[in-house]
């Protein structure tokens, strides 16, 4: 008789399912089987606390958050502490990525009143959802410095019962603050300058790291905005100063662990000042800011080791990123198990990190030895600064010599040390892969896609490499086909197993269509520019504010947020602002619509004062008011797309750093009808004796065309 098989033993997961197990978010279904009873964000939440006159606790995060991790681990799966949630709060959690709107709302509240803020954040909000009290990660006790969650929850019971009229009438004071601090009001017609320009540029002089590249002290965080902004100012100025900030910061953290030696792209940021030691989670935005980053430096300079470093990205995102629809996933998590049997212990790293033993087993000698110098890999570790122990025998990859320098003391031939560091690579990327793998946030995000379809774009035409090309155009036609709704020109936030939902925010809007404009400038598909035209009218339509100027972040139907806000701060992304100002720049070029135009001065116009005040915050910003206070060039090329005179122009433009101008092609009567019925003179434009050609424009006055590609470049530059 066959015995019966064991049951295995229940978890204390397996005995709780809450309503976040309906969701689509990775996040939220991350928190599904707590034993807190979590709403989504929604008005099942909303009428329970009105109903029942409780305060809200918000929890807001995302899912390859490792504070989010440990937050979840230490009080949400306590059994106690989800008691103390369950019977005196309304519990809430929201999913930042999904809901940026109302993580801006509640960021703002928490970092005015306590000087800092991040993820996990929580939140203590009247039933009206007007904040009261706020911070970020709560350890279950005191300790680290924090005070213990479960005391807090306790004594913000005790005081909701006592004085909820004064706690309700404080918060309804706060909110009516934060609008006021938040208010952009309209600036004055001409009130950008050059000055502001030199103010951006000399913030980062002051702030940046001389030695180490980037700027302040550690931790160091990526913000591709700020080289797009000094690679600008330096093609206007010509200030080595600028080029060289730029340059120098991507060259360190190139070189850093928080760059990916084996399977490239970038962590998220690094603890200490010199790009070592990386908060370990991979983000989708900073993999295609940083491509474009790279991309432009190597244009700028002709130097390779940009361009290597932009085709390790854009390989890595098609590799581990791309969705078989050619849709992009967000993030790849920081945390990842050491044992397949225990995939519940993580720890932060683990995938990306080696033993020198480890390496010495796999590689072989004598490329291991290579390997571990090249590498900077040592016998107990490479990393001193370890506060959790999480790396004690472990080491980060990073560049501590370069190739040759490691042919040298080994005294083999450079060739020969090449090709060994390659293949030991390529077994340890490939022994990696069989490890456990970081937990993947499969939803893809029409902003983020929107950022990573500009990448993907610019790299197949700067690189002239057609698998990226490729992966641009299945990005877009992905989001076209998901979450763009043709009758109503609206689109949605999020794509996730078969369902799009949340309605767009301006993020969205912005960042496709200027992922569109790229993707028209390196392919010229008219279907592309027409869309990024609809798509800006739409978010003029749902967000902007034409009496004050600027954009809203979030359409004016939803209720349940207590403010609106006009995003300005170009962080780890740019804001919706700063793209929608240059989108609407160079639109009115392409489009010779004064309207546009007009909306762009209006939004720059209403910045105009924190433009001035502080403008490191704004880089993405000032990059637009570079584009506005210059000269930008309309560049029509006039030939056969696939002809080989076309082909030599495109490519030198693409090998070239062209900022401030915008590229068209007639390679047909229908795309010559259809940019001339925007910009008349292009109907007169021809062939020269037959060769492509291209003319050179500064406000629709154009210089005599080329055919040859060495005037064509005199022209560009």
Not at 52 to 76: A, N, Q
Not at 511 to 525: I, R, T
Request: negative net charge; charged residues 25%; proline residues 6%.
């Amino acid at each position: 008789m066959k015995a019966p098989a064991r049951r295995p033993v229940a978890t204390q997961r397996d005995m709780h399912t809450n309503r976040l197990a309906s969701q689509k978010s990775p996040y939220l279904l991350q928190h599904a089987h707590n034993p807190v009873d979590w709403f989504p964000w929604g008005p099942e939440a909303f009428e329970t606390a009105r109903r029942d006159d409780k305060p809200i606790f918000l929890s807001i995060g995302y899912s390859t958050c490792h504070w989010c991790h440990v937050m979840e681990r230490e009080s949400f799966e306590n059994e106690a502490i989800a008691a103390l949630l369950n019977r005196d709060y309304v519990p809430i959690k929201v999913d930042r990525e999904e809901r940026p709107d109302v993580d801006r709302i509640y960021m703002t509240f928490v970092q005015a009143t306590t000087g800092g803020g991040g993820w996990p954040m929580s939140v203590w909000l009247t039933p009206d959802l007007e904040p009261f009290f706020g911070g970020t990660y709560f350890p279950p006790e005191a300790r680290y410095g924090h005070p213990g969650f479960a005391s807090i929850l306790t004594q913000i019971a005790a005081a909701w019962a006592a004085d909820r009229g004064q706690i309700v009438d404080s918060a309804r004071d706060i909110v009516e603050d934060l609008r006021q601090h938040a208010a952009v009001a309209a600036g004055r017609p001409g009130a950008i300058d050059r000055a502001m320009l030199d103010s951006g540029f000399f913030a980062f002089r002051r702030t940046f790291d001389v030695r180490l590249g980037g700027f302040g002290d550690a931790p160091k965080f990526p913000r591709p905005s700020v080289h797009n902004f000094l690679l600008r100012y330096w093609a206007r100025t010509k200030n080595p100063e600028a080029l060289d900030m730029a340059l120098l910061t991507l060259r360190e953290m190139a070189k850093g662990g928080i760059d990916d030696q084996l399977g490239g792209g970038f962590h998220r940021y690094s603890v200490d000042e010199r790009w070592f030691v990386p908060h370990f989670e991979k983000m989708l935005y900073d993999q295609a800011q940083l491509a474009i980053s790279c991309l432009e430096a190597f244009q700028a300079t002709g130097d390779p080791q940009y361009a290597e470093t932009a085709r390790r990205i854009l390989d890595y995102v098609l590799r581990d990123m791309t969705g078989p629809e050619g849709g992009l996933f967000s993030a790849e998590d920081a945390d990842s198990a050491t044992d397949p049997a225990r995939p519940d212990l993580k720890s932060e790293g683990a995938f990306y990190s080696w033993s020198a033993e480890e390496i010495r087993a796999r590689a072989g000698q004598p490329a291991a030895d290579w390997f571990c110098y090249r590498y900077g890999v040592e016998a107990g570790g490479n990393v001193a600064n370890d506060p959790h122990g999480e790396f004690t025998g472990k080491n980060i990859l990073y560049q501590a010599h370069t190739v040759e320098e490691t042919a040298q003391r080994f005294g083999r031939p450079l060739d020969e040390v090449g090709a060994g560091l390659r293949e030991a690579g390529r077994i340890l990327l490939e022994a990696r892969s069989k490890r456990v793998r970081p937990h993947l946030d499969d939803k893809v995000l029409t902003a983020w896609n929107g950022l990573m379809i500009s990448a993907f774009a610019r790299g197949g035409a700067t690189l002239d490499e057609p698998r990226y090309a490729a992966a641009a155009r299945r990005a877009a036609d992905f989001l076209i086909a998901r979450v763009y709704h043709p009758q109503s020109g609206a689109l949605l936030r999020r794509y996730r197993q078969g369902e799009a939902a949340i309605p767009a925010f301006l993020d969205d809007y912005a960042f496709f269509a200027q992922g569109l404009l790229d993707l028209y400038e390196a392919q010229f598909d008219p279907r592309d520019l027409e869309l990024a035209i609809r798509l800006t009218e739409k978010q003029m339509e749902l967000f902007e504010d034409p009496a004050q100027g600027a954009f809203f972040a979030s359409a004016a139907d939803d209720a349940s947020l207590v403010m609106r806000v006009k995003e300005d701060y170009d962080g780890a992304e740019p804001s919706g602002n700063s793209v929608a100002a240059m989108n609407l720049l160079r639109l009115a070029r392409f489009t010779n619509r004064s309207g546009f135009r007009e909306s762009a001065e209006r939004t720059l116009a209403a910045f105009a004062s924190r433009l001035a005040a502080a403008p490191a915050t704004l880089p993405q910003m000032l990059a637009a008011c570079e584009w506005l206070l210059g000269e930008p060039r309309e560049i029509i090329l006039v030939g056969d797309r696939g002809d080989a005179g076309t082909l030599t122009l495109l490519r030198t433009l693409h090998s070239r750093f062209v900022p401030n101008r915008v590229v068209m092609l007639v390679d047909s009567p229908e795309t010559r009808r259809a940019l001339a019925a925007a910009i008349p003179s292009i109907e007169f434009m021809e062939k020269i004796e037959g060769r492509a050609s291209a003319y050179v424009c500064r406000n629709y006055t154009c210089q005599l065309p080329v055919t040859e590609s060495e005037k064509f470049a005199e022209l560009i530059q």
